[in-house]
């Protein structure tokens, strides 16, 4: 069971980046599946968007707009489609199965994979 995410980079403030979270040994399609960012210095991983498995989409409001997210369950990859990139969209980005945590937050679950990092510059 693995998640292997990547598509990250450095891009200018105002550009666009795509990344690719493909699964093996489960189908994604199945699961809530989510990209989560976690920032330079900071341990907190941040939600940022999900599609569960009945295709219903969730995101962070400082997101929404820029980013779209897809499943392609051919592939058994998810997509996170980033435009109009900011300084603040810097970070790890990882996806993961979701979870719904103590303070009914989305979390990461057991199936996450490495991160691809986004660097965003002014």
């Known amino acids: 069971v693995q998640l292997q995410a990547s598509g990250g980079g450095l891009v200018q403030a105002g550009g666009s980046l795509t990344l690719s979270c493909a699964a093996s040994g489960f189908s994604l399609a199945r699961y809530a599946i989510g990209w989560f960012r976690q920032a330079p210095g900071n341990e907190r991983e941040a939600f940022v968007y999900l599609i569960n498995s009945s295709g219903t989409t969730d995101c962070v409001d400082s997101v929404k707009g820029r980013f779209a997210i897809s499943r392609d369950n051919a592939k058994n990859t998810v997509y996170l489609r980033m435009n109009d990139l900011k300084v603040d969209d810097t970070g790890l980005y990882f996806c993961?199965?979701?979870?719904?945590?103590?303070?009914?937050?989305?979390?990461?679950?057991?199936?996450r994979g490495q991160g691809t990092l986004v660097t965003v510059s002014s």
């Open positions: 993961a199965s979701v979870n719904i945590g103590v303070d009914l937050d989305y979390v990461p679950g057991d199936r």
